[in-house]
């Protein structure tokens, strides 16, 4: 009979948590839920494990007192008190990787086009740190949006970052999609954050087209998303973008739109208890600054 070696298991058992630190729904408030326990920071994801056997993914956004404010990703429909809570164990990653060129994802980095599951080899973690700001290379190269006004004489260039303000039907997302279709980029990276349903199908068929979406992808996330996966589906993006980037590749990312990121912060904060300040906005929106820092040049690319 051959002999068993059983070491492996126990170094693995050495550093195994065997404790399962659970909580239990004690209150329901609007879009969040409040808790007592389990053991978790802000930010941190946990599980709600609903009667019927469902499983609800939620986020720390706050403390009352000694319970823990969930805002749950989806819906809350169904979850009732003592309904279990458990820590989430896995970090926050997206699929990456060069198979996940063409392809549309949700808030929670699932795809939503039909085209099956990612083949992307690779996760990524979503929660990162901007580049240093003295490692990041000046701006001297142009890039080419294919679009003859920006080249002539708005002229940009790689690394650089703008924004395009207008008010509402005026063809914002249109020329977006030319932009995609004709830059000089090597790959598109779009977040699409609050945006009406039949505005993505359109914007994917019309503006942006086949040829487009070839060397793209894009992050969705409705207005009929709660906020938690609209904040969500830029990160999402920005991390997608990232890794392009550091493979040495020039990366077009475009997001319609930032307004519709800071409202879905606002109601996030206005949910946890936060005051509001200018236009509404709670403190927490300028907190993620963030995100348009982590764009632009790094070290790679």
């Known amino acids: 009979m051959p002999i068993v070696d059983l070491g492996k298991y126990d170094r693995k058992l050495e550093g195994a948590d065997l404790l399962r630190y659970a909580g239990s729904v004690v209150r329901a408030a609007g879009l969040t839920i409040e808790s007592m326990g389990p053991p978790i920071g802000i930010g941190q ?16 956004i706050g403390f009352h007192d000694t319970h823990r404010v969930l805002m749950p990703l989806e819906g809350v429909e169904g979850i009732a008190p003592n309904d279990a809570v458990v820590p ?14 063409g392809r549309v994802i949700d808030g929670l980095g699932r795809p939503i086009d039909g085209l099956g599951p990612l083949r992307g080899t690779e996760q990524r973690a979503v929660d990162n740190d901007a580049p240093p700001p003295l490692s990041r290379r000046p701006i001297v190269e142009p890039l080419g949006f294919g679009v003859r006004v920006f080249d002539g004489l ?76 609209r904040i969500k589906a830029a990160f999402n993006a920005i991390t997608i973008a990232e890794y392009f980037r550091d493979q040495g590749r020039d990366v077009l990312f475009m997001m319609d739109s930032l307004t519709r990121f800071a409202q879905a912060q606002r109601e996030i904060g206005l949910a946890a208890g936060e005051p509001p300040t200018t236009k509404g906005y ?12 982590r764009l632009g040049f790094a070290e790679n690319g």
């Open 45 to 60: 994801l946990c599980e709600i494990r609903l009667a019927d056997g469902r499983r609800v993914l939620a986020e720390v």
């Open 88 to 101: 989430y164990s896995r970090p926050r990653c997206v699929t990456v990787g060069d198979e996940i060129l």
């Open 154 to 229: 708005f002229t940009c260039g790689k690394g650089q970052r703008i924004g395009i303000f207008s008010g509402s039907g005026v063809g914002k997302s249109t020329l977006l999609g030319e932009i995609a279709r004709a830059s000089k980029a090597d790959v598109n990276v779009l977040a699409l954050v609050g945006e009406r349903g039949r505005e993505v199908r359109h914007f994917l068929e019309e503006s942006l087209g086949p040829e487009g979406l070839a060397r793209s992808v894009v992050s969705v996330a409705t207005s009929d998303t709660s906020p938690i996966q």
């Open 282 to 293: 709670c403190p927490s929106v300028f907190t993620h600054a963030k995100l348009t820092e």
